[in-house]
């Protein structure tokens, strides 16, 4: 059975949108609940078998690293005071045989600029996974583990996609498919990436923050011209990939929040909130 043993989390961006409080609070640090918008990814990484955790982050962003480093002080007054429950949330078990890397991204250039930092930690015969962590998606088996399953069907790299409304296609990278797949499959051949059309967009499917990709992406990552607004965009790489490697589309289940936005972030934590039993219908 395949296994993918690496993610790359890109998350060196400012967070605008949530200024002030992203001023000195890195976004993905912000909690849902009690929990911080990173660690739902990364625990979503780590449930498909994820090893190694490579952050793509800016030297303002030391929250991150401290949250998943080890507190010693912290770990002895909890064993202390018998606070076990509380133990096990800041030192989680399935932590313990991760490896956590961290590599600067020194300025903002794009999403498939972010992504060509961690070149060097990946070799360019195997696959990993990149989690946009502004995404929250929840289900179980959750996204990861579907775009793994996919793979193992397809040998290829696999895109999570979801339908959105013609209006929302101007958000998202919104992908082709080739003729000769079948409709009513949920995994379907993918021909090309449209990024944010602003009219005529090639389908009504959108690419969430969840890819599993081959490591000779990095190849085509390196070759990648800047766009109009200076950046190098993942989905271009991708594109010019598609030319010589087998891409699939995978309409995944779950549940998404996209807590990048303040609407997101709301929706996000009110329906933990509810599942948790915190506050009621």
């Given at each position: 059975?395949?296994?993918?043993k690496?993610a790359?989390f890109?998350?060196?961006?400012f967070?605008?949108?949530?200024?002030?409080?992203?001023?000195?609070?890195?976004?993905?640090?912000?909690?849902?609940?009690?929990?911080p918008?990173i660690?739902?990814?990364?625990r979503?990484?780590?449930?498909?078998?994820?090893?190694?955790i490579?952050?793509?982050?800016?030297?303002?962003?030391?929250?991150?690293?401290?949250?998943?480093?080890?507190?010693?002080?912290?770990?002895?007054?909890?064993?202390?005071?018998g606070k076990?429950?509380?133990?096990?949330?800041?030192f989680?078990r399935?932590f313990?045989?991760?490896a956590f890397?961290?590599?600067?991204?020194f300025?903002?250039?794009?999403?498939?600029?972010?992504?060509?930092?961690?070149?060097?930690?990946i070799?360019?015969?195997?696959?990993?996974?990149?989690?946009?962590?502004?995404?929250?998606?929840l289900n179980?088996?959750?996204?990861?583990e579907q775009?793994?399953?996919?793979h193992?069907?397809?040998?290829g790299?696999?895109?999570?996609?979801?339908?959105?409304?013609?209006e929302?296609?101007k958000?998202?990278?919104?992908?082709?498919?080739?003729?000769?797949?079948?409709?009513?499959?949920?995994?379907?051949?993918?021909?090309?990436?449209?990024e944010?059309?602003?009219s005529n967009?090639?389908?009504?499917?959108?690419?969430?923050?969840?890819?599993?990709?081959?490591?000779?992406?990095f190849?085509?990552?390196e070759?990648?011209?800047?766009g109009?607004?200076?950046?190098?965009?993942l989905?271009?790489?991708?594109?010019?990939?598609?030319?010589d490697k087998?891409?699939?589309?995978?309409?995944?289940?779950?549940?998404?929040?996209?807590?990048?936005?303040?609407?997101?972030?709301?929706?996000?934590?009110?329906?933990i909130?509810?599942?948790q039993?915190?506050?009621?219908?």
């Open positions: 059975m395949t296994k993918i690496k790359i890109p998350v060196a961006g967070g605008t949108r949530f200024l002030p409080a992203t001023k000195s609070i890195p976004k993905e640090m912000l909690p849902i609940i009690d929990t918008l660690e739902y990814a990364v979503e990484a780590i449930t498909a078998g994820v090893t190694e490579i952050f793509v982050t800016s030297p303002a962003k030391k929250a991150i690293e401290s949250h998943f480093s080890h507190n010693m002080e912290l770990r002895t007054l909890l064993e202390n005071a076990h429950s509380s133990l096990e949330k800041v989680p399935e313990e045989e991760v890397h961290y590599v600067m991204q300025s903002q250039n794009g999403l498939g600029h972010a992504v060509l930092q961690a070149k060097d930690l070799k360019e015969d195997e696959f990993f996974f990149v989690l946009l962590a502004d995404d929250l998606i179980s088996p959750n996204v990861c775009l793994l399953s996919a193992q069907i397809s040998g790299s696999v895109l999570a996609l979801n339908k959105v409304s013609h929302d296609t958000k998202y990278g919104v992908v082709s498919f080739k003729d000769d797949t079948d409709k009513d499959n949920s995994l379907r051949a993918l021909k090309s990436i449209v944010k059309p602003q967009p090639p389908s009504n499917y959108g690419m969430p923050g969840r890819y599993l990709l081959e490591g000779t992406i190849n085509y990552l070759s990648t011209k800047e109009a607004q200076g950046e190098i965009q989905a271009d790489a991708i594109n010019a990939s598609m030319q087998d891409y699939f589309g995978l309409e995944y289940q779950g549940d998404k929040f996209d807590c990048g936005s303040k609407e997101g972030f709301l929706r996000a934590n009110l329906h909130a509810k599942a039993n915190i506050i009621y219908e």
